[in-house]
T-cell receptor, first 109, second 118 residues
Framework: GQNIDQPTEMTATEGAIVQINCTYQTSGFNGLFWYQQHAGEAPTFLSYNVLDGLEEKGRFSSFLSRSKGYSYLLLKELQMKDSASYLCAVLDSNYQLIWGAGTKLIIKP | GAVVSQHPSRVICKSGTSVKIECRSLDFQATTMFWYRQFPKQSLMLMATSNEGSKATYEQGVEKDKFLINHASLTLSTLTVTSAHPEDSSFYIC??????????????FGPGTRLTVT
């Protein structure tokens, strides 16, 4: 079956760095997405990785290792507004998005 | 960045009536749009994949006759919840995917529609 795992909840301190991991087992792979979702709102696109390596976008970076079926989202200089759920999703061989359950990130002052 | 609009943002309807939700990509053409449903404190649940000019592909367990999807143009997809029941009350979210240069994908979400069936 297809499966995406990410931690349910993480806590970090304002100004610090946090890494949210995502492991996947899917039928084929056409890329991995990271999204941010605040409570009661629709998700916001953060990144898309299809090649191995690190992609940096400001305070957010996303890493992918296809051989390991592994990705992480790195958030630097955490701000209170970064408190949200972070969703990992993989585009499978049929170009269907397979979703993780999301990681709730709690930022403490 | 790309923008996807969704209308209405909130709707309350009586049991047995039908509700139409529109999803528009405002500044790009989306060959593929997705419809999701989200229950409180849960991840997104894909309902169907909509390709312009063809029939939508529904996920297992989603009733085609109850959730009618039409993708009339490259910028508009509609979801109609027919004969709505209270258990259909949920947050419905659409998204539009586009391919950028280098065969990279970006997916943008509409703001969602909160449906309450009384």
């Amino acid at each position: 079956g297809q499966n995406i795992d990410q931690p349910t909840e993480m806590t970090a301190t304002e100004g610090a760095i946090v890494q949210i991991n995502c492991t996947y087992q899917t039928s084929g792979f056409n890329g991995l997405f990271w999204y941010q979702q605040h409570a009661g709102e629709a998700p916001t696109f953060l990144s898309y990785n299809v090649l191995d390596g690190l992609e940096e976008k400001g305070r957010f970076s996303s890493f992918l290792s296809r051989s390991k079926g592994y990705s992480y989202l790195l958030l630097k200089e955490l701000q209170m507004k970064d408190s949200a759920s972070y969703l990992c999703a993989v585009l499978d061989s049929n170009y269907q998005l397979i979703w993780g359950a999301g990681t709730k990130l709690i930022i403490k002052p | 960045g790309a923008v996807v609009s969704q209308h209405p943002s909130r709707v309350i309807c009586k049991s047995g009536t039908s509700v139409k939700i529109e999803c528009r990509s405002l500044d790009f053409q989306a060959t593929t749009m997705f419809w999701y449903r989200q229950f409180p404190k849960q991840s997104l649940m894909l309902m169907a994949t909509s390709n312009e000019g063809s029939k939508a592909t529904y996920e297992q367990g989603v009733e085609k006759d109850k959730f009618l999807i039409n993708h009339a143009s490259l910028t508009l997809s509609t979801l109609t919840v027919t004969s709505a029941h209270p258990e259909d009350s949920s947050f419905y979210i659409c998204s539009a995917m586009r391919m950028t240069s280098g065969e990279s994908y970006e997916q943008y979400f509409g703001p969602g529609t909160r449906l309450t069936v009384t």
